[in-house]
């Protein structure tokens, strides 16, 4: 099997450089595909406009999503990745600032996995993407291919 690939959506050079610096930090050796803005993200995931042309049946192991994102948000991503049979089941992290409960709230309604604030300080940054990368990339076991292709029905 390929390498584990993470996808980070994130419009802030500042929050993707902590994010890359906090990964590098803790040895994270897995490829991260940055997107600034939610139309990428989408154009990633369903190998069009800009990423056209690209393996769709290769998929990140999760996606760390910010949600007040240009083009598209975060939460409209969401709803995207959930209303596709090919990508119903990616595991989607919310990573973002927004202490907002209707955030919370619309992230947990349209399925996402798991929602988690950024810290504001670096190493208790650092700990909580450490503790995303071993649950979902080591810990976690994504739904079997019999699942994925529809077969579990």
């Not at 930090?25 to 190998?47: C, I, T, W």
């Not at 240009?70 to 600032?97: A, C, F, M, Q």
């Not at 450490?130 to 077969?151: D, F, H, K, T």
Request: hydrophobic fraction near 40%; aromatic fraction near 6%; charged fraction near 30%.
């Amino acid at each position: 099997m390929s390498e584990k690939i993470i996808l980070l959506v994130e419009d802030d050079p500042d929050d993707e450089e902590l994010t890359l610096r906090a990964l590098r930090k803790r040895r994270v050796s897995n490829e991260v595909v940055v997107v600034r803005d939610g139309q990428e993200a989408l154009d990633y995931l369903f190998g069009t406009g800009s990423h056209a042309g690209r393996d769709v049946n290769v998929q990140p192991e999760v996606v760390l999503l910010d949600i007040k994102l240009p083009k598209i948000n975060g939460i409209d991503v969401l709803k995207r990745i959930r209303s596709d049979e090919r990508t119903k089941l990616l595991p989607v992290v919310i990573l973002t600032s927004s202490a907002e409960e209707q955030d919370l709230c619309a992230a947990y309604v349209n399925h996402v996995n798991s929602y988690v604030r950024k810290p504001v300080d670096f190493e208790k940054f650092v700990e909580a993407v450490e503790q995303l990368q071993i649950y979902w990339l080591v810990l976690n076991r994504p739904p079997p291919a019999c699942i994925v292709s529809g077969m579990g029905r």
